[in-house]
């Protein structure tokens, strides 16, 4: 009974240690601005890719903190919203799997839309439960999206265009 009591305690101070050393953390929700994901033509029936690119600077996102330093614990993709632009002579176009990468941040899938792509009309992604290594994407300051959509005619020699807008929950460190 006092070897238990003494595991316990022990237990009990090692895990108040442990919190008193993690500091405290800020959650913050940032939003992208509208960015133009594009697909360069001649795009091909099948698999194809559109990119866009989002650079900032972390401090105007997050605001100025006490060190000047920025320390983001965590960051997770909580809604992407796609929009395929309208244009004459649209293809067929379904499904979506998006993912994204920075500097130092390997390609990473966070999102996937299956069923048909109508212009004019926005879809939301589902996201993936899992989300590795995005907060040193925000650290990079320039993070690049990636969609990979179907095309269901043999080819279309045009551009294809979206609209994305991405919100994002950070944890920073104080």
């Not at 993690?22 to 360069?40: F, H, K, N, Q, V």
Request: glycine content about 6%; charged content about 30%; overall charge negative.
């Amino acid at each position: 009974m006092k070897n238990n009591a003494l595991i316990v305690l022990l237990m009990g101070v090692s895990l108040a240690f442990l919190a008193s050393c993690s500091g405290e953390t800020e959650s913050l929700t940032i939003r992208s601005p509208e960015l133009r994901l594009s697909a360069e033509g001649p795009l091909f029936e099948g698999a194809n890719t559109a990119t866009a690119s989002w650079e900032f600077i972390l401090a105007d996102l997050i605001g100025d903190t006490e060190e000047g330093k920025v320390s983001i614990k965590n960051a997770k993709l909580t809604q992407v919203e796609i929009l395929l632009q309208e244009r004459e002579d649209l293809p067929n176009v379904e499904k979506m799997v998006f993912e994204m990468t920075s500097k130092n941040t390997p390609m990473t899938r966070v999102g996937l839309y299956e069923g048909k792509i109508e212009p004019g009309k926005t879809f939301k992604l589902s996201l993936a439960d899992k989300q590795e290594k995005l907060a040193s994407a925000f650290e990079d300051g320039k993070i690049t999206f990636v969609g990979d959509f179907d095309l269901l005619e043999e080819e279309y020699w045009e551009d294809i265009h979206f609209s994305l807008n991405a919100i994002f929950e950070l944890e920073i460190k104080k």
